[in-house]
């Protein structure tokens, strides 16, 4: 199956740094990728949706200017959570489609932890 | 609006035994995916079996199988022969074509050898 890799898994960090999260897709091209937060023991909660080439579309209540999203090419996706705050600790999900076909489903990175000090 | 509800925020089951997780959803839609995804302690979301909405046939993938009843806008999901790597949280998702996907809350599946 397609592979979605995710970089760091792993981050800490200060209060006030801003940290950015990588989401590649390794072995097929992604126009649209999608960034997710986890709290522990709930569901997925949808931040935005990447496409390539244009700007993300963010839901309602997330701040676009904290989280930035970038999405340059057909494989990678950044997330940078800007100023980043001891409330913005998380777990940070990225997932992709496949580009030209859909087969419905989403592809998923192994998710990034960030725990901001 | 489209919601995923799963009401079983944690089951547990006897290794070698069979568990169904429930899952309903509300749509208006006509067209449309459901998923169950498995996430272990590793986090990662891993794809269990996929059913789309045309299909009246019942979607199963080895020891996986749902219960699609589109009427009632129900899709459970039964393990058969529950083993122990099948611990972790499962989430239901719904998927309009084109558009995002709805994820229930989650069920905490926990296998007692």
């Known amino acids: 199956g397609a592979v979605v890799s995710q970089h760091p898994s792993r981050v800490i960090c200060k209060s006030g740094t801003s940290v950015k999260i990588e989401c590649r897709s390794l072995d097929f091209q992604a126009t649209t990728m999608f960034w997710y937060r986890q709290f522990p023991k709930q569901s997925l909660m949808l931040m935005a949706t990447s496409n390539e080439g244009s700007k993300a579309t963010y839901e309602q209540g997330v701040e676009k200017d904290k989280f930035l999203i970038n999405h340059a090419s057909l494989t990678l996706s950044t997330l940078t959570v800007t100023s980043a705050h001891p409330e913005d600790s998380s777990f940070y999900i990225c997932?992709?489609?496949?580009?030209?076909?859909?087969?419905?489903?989403?592809?998923f990175g192994e998710g990034s932890r960030l725990t901001v000090l | 609006a489209q919601t995923v509800t799963q009401s079983q925020p944690e089951m547990s089951v006897q290794e070698a035994e069979t568990v169904t997780l429930s899952c309903t959803y509300d749509t208006s839609e006509s067209d449309y995916y459901l998923f169950w995804y498995k996430q272990p302690p590793s986090r990662q979301m891993i794809l269990v079996i996929r059913?789309?909405?045309?299909?009246?046939q019942n979607a199963t993938e080895n020891r996986f199988s749902v219960n699609f009843q589109k009427a009632a806008k129900s899709f459970s999901l039964k393990i058969s022969d529950s083993q122990l790597g099948d611990a972790a949280m499962y989430f239901c998702a719904y998927r309009r074509t084109g558009n995002q996907f709805y994820f229930g809350t989650g069920t905490s599946l926990t296998v007692i050898p």
């Open positions: 997932s992709a489609r496949l580009a030209g076909g859909d087969t419905g489903e989403l592809f």
């Open positions: 059913q789309e909405a045309y299909k009246q």
